[in-house]
């Protein structure tokens, strides 16, 4: 009986002594993951990175569906298959998918969508690894510049 009262009063005393150093210096509860309560804020976390997840995986399947898209529209350039004119109203179609204007559009000089879209066309040619992809580029850009001094 005796030896069960002072285990009792010991653990009670450990137990206060525990509580009162964890009170005493949060951080180290923290930086052991023993501060149950934080578990509110940590459980809100954790549902504010799932759905942010899920928003950026919505938005990486876009980017690269509109990738996808644009690697097309150069194939059939390239291919003879549509103008450039076509492929500039494409690549502007393809430009309104994004869920906001973002600042990689609006980096191509250019009054209107089209003629930045030619600009991106233009610069999408030129990252192409074949010597046509350059040269229609250039091709392009002498004919976007002369349309645009006669404007």
């Given at each position: ?32 993951g ?25 938005e ?34 393809a ?57």
């Open positions: 009986m005796r030896s069960t009262l002072f285990t009792l009063i010991a653990s009670s005393f450990l137990g206060v002594l525990a509580v009162a150093g964890l009170t005493a210096c949060p951080s180290f509860a923290e930086e052991n023993i501060d149950f309560w934080n578990i509110g804020n940590y459980q809100r976390q954790l549902e504010s990175s799932k759905r942010e997840r899920g928003l950026m995986e919505i990486s399947e876009s980017t690269f569906r509109r990738i996808q898209v644009k690697e097309e529209i150069v194939k059939d350039l390239l291919g003879g298959r549509i103008a450039f004119n076509e492929a500039v109203e494409r690549f502007v179609d430009n309104r998918t994004l869920s906001a204007p973002t600042v990689y559009i609006r980096q191509y000089p250019g009054k209107t969508e089209q003629e930045r879209a030619s600009w991106q066309l233009i610069a999408y040619l030129r990252t192409g690894r074949a010597e046509e992809n350059r040269s229609m580029a250039d091709e392009m850009e002498c004919t976007l510049i002369s349309q645009t001094m006669q404007n």
